[in-house]
């Protein structure tokens, strides 16, 4: 059994953070001891998913309606399901966002290193759209993409 302030040190979250989560309803069979939280592995494990849920961008009400599934039993498998599909999906979107950021910074640290050693960028505009190296020529046309 943990006590609030060690979990508050466990996950890097502030104490109101977790007494918050408590009162929405977060942590429905969690332990008091005189009136202290008491956590165990259960509460460890449900704040890892509600952490993960909400990094996804699901916002505290959604992630409610999560937990009280969770309490009604496998009927609800495929809401939670469906859920976590959703949620996957919008990852998934998320990182070919960034992905495609990631390539045009690749693509402009190249550039920038070649316009410092031949001190201008006549050379890269030569190249553009589609005359540079393989691998920046990549990097250079998902960046461009549209979407």
């Not at 969690?30 to 449900?46: P, Q, V, W």
Request: charged share 35%.
């Amino acid at each position: 059994m943990y006590t609030i302030g060690q979990i508050s040190k466990m996950f890097h979250l502030p104490v109101s953070t977790l007494r918050y989560y408590d009162k929405e309803g977060l942590f429905p069979g969690i332990k008091r001891d005189s009136g202290i939280r008491k956590f165990d592995e259960k509460e460890i494990e449900a704040l890892h998913v509600i952490e993960c849920l909400k990094k996804s961008g699901l916002e505290i009400k959604d992630i409610k309606q999560f937990i009280q599934w969770c309490s009604q039993g496998s009927e609800t498998y495929p809401q939670r399901y469906e859920l976590f599909q959703r949620q996957k999906e919008a990852i998934e979107g998320e990182i070919q966002k960034m992905e495609k950021t990631l390539d045009m910074i690749r693509f402009k640290c190249w550039y920038y290193e070649q316009a410092i050693k031949d001190g201008n960028e006549e050379r890269i505009h030569a190249m553009l759209p589609d005359g540079l190296p393989e691998d920046i020529q990549a990097f250079y046309d998902h960046a461009h993409e549209n979407d």
